[in-house]
């Protein structure tokens, strides 16, 4: 993967080669992060969980913008399995898969706050 292709472990944004820096932004994250602190995340925790939401939120945004039909099988596919899940899936499959990983976060979250309280 190119450097810049997605938030990573050098702490890149997704669009640029360099650290993102926004003021218009910036407010927001700190109340997300007062938020998540407020509700039990430990500091080390925050922007963990911040990041994995934008990657959930951008990857869907991806996804949104892609073709409905993710794959085109030819008629005498070797995969028959997968062209059935691909015929079942009928439009939305984004919106779909966006609110199942949101769904997943989110109980994630949850989660890992109930395990501090036992």
Known sequence: MHQGASRSRT?????????ASSPGTEPSYERAVR?????GFAMAEVMTVITALENLVLGS????AAPET??????DTTTPRLAE????????????AFELALGAFIGHCRALLDAKEE
């Not at 899940?85 to 919106?95: K, N």
Request: charged share 15%; aromatic share 2%.
């Open 85 to 96: 899940a691909l015929a079942a899936v009928g439009t939305g499959r984004a919106d779909a």
């Open 35 to 39: 938020l998540l602190l407020g509700v």
């Open 70 to 75: 993710m794959w085109e099988l030819p008629d």
């Open 11 to 19: 702490g890149r944004s997704v669009s640029s080669s360099t650290a």
């Open 61 to 64: 945004a991806l996804d949104l």
